[in-house]
Each structure stands twice: as C-alpha cells, then as structure tokens.
C-alpha cells in the first residue's frame, strides 16, 4: 500500500494558479512599495532567540519554533520580521542622518495552539520607514497600505486605526500593575468587553474610571469619535494620542483615502513593541486581519540605535484567500501558448517557442506522444489557460488550435 505523504498542521503546498496568484499579488504590492522609495532587504529565516526575547515585546517563547546550533546556541524560525529588520538597521546604518525605507517578503512561523485551524507559516510583505517619529511617517505608512491593497484589486476594506497610548491611558487611569495590564489587553484584543467590564469589576475600579474605559472600548466609527473622547478625559497619555491620531486623519483626507479610514480607541497588537500609531485592514471573507502595523520608537534602541520607527505587513495568505471569496478575478493576463510537435519537427518548434518568448509569451513545447490525441492536448491547454495550441504535424502545415472553442 502506497504511503500518504502530509504536510504537519498549520503548512500547506501552494501550487498552479493559486501560486500564481499569490506571487502576482506580492508582485503588485512590491511595485506600490518601489514607487514610495522603499529599498529591498532580506533577513534570515533564523536568528538567535534573543532577536525576538521578551524584552523586544515580538512573541511569546511558546510560539516559537526553537532548536540549537552545533555551540548551543537557541535558534528560532522568525516569528517576525519587524525584529530582524531593527537588528540589521541597528548594525549596518548606524551612521544615517535621514530616513530608511525598507520593504521586505519573507515567511514567518509561529507554533500558536490557541489558533487551531490557522496557518502557522504565513507570508508577509511589508515595508519599515526608520527614522522618522512624525505624523507624517505614519500617514505614509497607511497610504501606501491603502494604495497596495487597491492596486491588487481589492476595494471592499477598511484600515481601522488606532493609538497604543489610548491603551496605555485606560492602564494608568485604573492603576492596573503589569499582570492586570496584560490580561485586560487580552480581553480587548479578543473583543471581550464583557469580560473588560467584569475585569473592572473584580479589580474594584472606581464607576467613574470603569464607565470612562468601557464607553473608549466601544468607540469605533469615524473621526468624530475622537473628538468626542477627547472630551471625556484629560489623561495626558490618551490627549497627545487624540491629537496625533486627528493629525492623521487630516494629512489621509489629502490622499482621498477617507472612505478607507475608520478609528478602533480598543485597537490592540500582538505585538508589545508597538508604542503609538496601530492599525489592522479588514475586508469580507475573512475573520483575520490582512494588514497589522504601528509605530515603535523603542525597539532599535535595544539593539543600540536611538532611533523610532513605524511599519506594517501584509498577509499575502489572508488577503489571496479574501479576495477568493469575494470572487475578485486578479488580473495577472500573461499570454499562454502550447506548442505540440512531431520527432522530426523539433528544430522550427523550438525556434518558435524561443521567438515566442522573446515577446513575453508563455510558451510549454511538448513533444506529442502517439497514443495521446489531439483532443487531450487541447483538454491540457485549456485547463492550464493556454488559449492557442500551434501543432507543428507537418513540414508545409503549422497548425494554430484555439482552445477556447466548444469541442
């Protein structure tokens, strides 16, 4: 008996036109990124476990896929590549007195049993701007999303935006220590507001702090929710959150990307390095983010560069199975031939296969097999998209088969 093969859980093969699919969408992407004057860098798969420590906020020591080098050193598959980029700034462009744009694609791996179903090696592409904290690095950063998401021809999504000193606002005004901190983001990264209301219960938080936290979780909406929380409180972290999140919005409205832009005052990342701007893109057909980012000023400066930072990823395998539901033909028009030829006429077959290419043309040569008929090679054609078939059968005859046409 002939021995399955499987891949293990949370990996997958990709292959034919979903392949392609998901190659021309990193394609597209890759282009809106160039044209914002972002350079290419690539990062090892694996690094040193402490890129990605506790102290760096990346992910937990549990996800990781860990394993050891022949001096014993504890090696992790990344679970992220925003770390790895802020190494490799922090060593090599110490000396840049201007800003660093750097887009990427890489797959990253994260062993996460509470998300069973979901993949644990996923593809990203994204981009980092280093160097620059001001509202304008952010709204560059979201504009470019947006641009992205809409040059792969996607139009049905929302960025919604939010500030990681709201959070950090909620935080201080209840007086929660680390421990009450991280199980109250918890609950609002899960969406839990009755389990945040019944947190605050158990913590004793006075009725005045517990109905202001619990009326900025609900606030999700356009920009005049800011507005309106930045009458409700007078925290300074949540206030200077408020203003930059409104700078934000006003420097967006020059791009037109209004309808793009909700606000989410309960926004919460994964990861913990994120320090003010954070946003996730949503569209139908999945429950899971196609984008996440945010701004971090304090992770380079762990590996010994004083500088801030601000940057997102896309999911390549959520936004190629989002757009999949949503019956969105991604238009990767690359013209496709067949040429079938008889033994004793390779020679004009490859000449024109070789001429064919130098247009850009797609072209497989198959030399015809005699038990196989003309039919089944046309059934091949048109099930790998190739519109025409030119059957070299004889020396004075080349003859062109349209595979589109009804048998």
Do not use: W
């Not at 606000?263 to 899971?288: A, M, P, Q, R």
Request: charged share 30%.
């Amino acid at each position: 008996m002939k021995m399955l093969l499987h891949t293990p859980e949370g990996v997958r093969d990709i292959y034919n036109k979903e392949c392609e699919n998901k190659l021309y969408l990193q394609e597209q992407i890759h282009k809106v990124m160039k044209l914002y004057g972002y350079s290419d860098i690539q990062t090892p798969t694996f690094e040193f476990f402490d890129v990605f420590g506790k102290d760096k906020g990346s992910t937990q020591s549990k996800n990781m896929y860990k394993f050891f080098d022949r001096e014993g050193n504890t090696l992790v598959l990344r679970p992220d590549v925003t770390p790895s980029i802020a190494r490799a700034v922090s060593k090599y462009f110490t000396e840049k007195d201007m800003p660093i744009r750097f887009c990427y694609m890489g797959n990253t791996f994260v062993n996460n049993a509470e998300h069973q179903g979901k993949l644990k090696e996923v593809t990203q592409t994204g981009a980092e701007l280093i160097g620059d904290n001001r509202s304008d690095a952010d709204v560059e950063a979201i504009a470019l999303v947006i641009n992205a998401l809409l040059e792969c021809g996607l139009t049905e999504f929302q960025i919604e935006i939010g500030h990681a000193g709201v959070i950090s606002g909620m935080i201080q005004v209840a007086d929660f220590d680390d421990e009450e901190a991280d199980e109250f983001k918890e609950l609002l990264d899960n969406k839990n507001f009755f389990g945040v209301e019944a947190f605050l219960n158990d913590k004793d938080v006075n009725a005045e702090t517990k109905k202001l936290i619990l009326k900025l979780c609900s606030y999700c909406g356009s920009i005049d929710i800011i507005k309106e929380a930045k009458e409700m409180t007078d925290n300074p972290l949540m206030l200077k959150a408020f203003e930059r999140l409104e700078k934000v919005y006003d420097m967006l409205t020059i791009y037109g990307y209004e309808k793009y832009i909700s606000f989410d005052l309960s926004n919460v990342s994964n990861h913990e390095y994120y320090t003010g701007i954070t946003f996730k893109g949503y569209t139908y057909g999945t429950g899971d983010a196609v984008v996440t980012g945010g701004r971090y000023d304090n992770l380079l400066k762990l590996f010994g560069l004083d500088t801030q930072a601000m940057g997102f990823a896309i999911n390549l395998d959520q936004l190629l199975i989002a757009m999949t539901r949503q019956n969105i033909i991604i238009e990767n028009n690359h013209e496709k031939v067949l040429i079938l030829y008889e033994e004793e006429y390779k020679k004009p077959a490859i000449e024109k296969a070789n001429e064919l290419r130098k247009k850009d043309i797609e072209v497989t040569t198959i030399r015809r097999y005699p038990a196989r008929s003309i039919e089944e090679y046309k059934y091949f054609a048109k099930s790998n998209e190739m519109k025409q078939i030119i059957y070299f059968d004889k020396a004075d005859n080349i003859e062109e088969i349209n595979t589109q046409e009804n048998n």
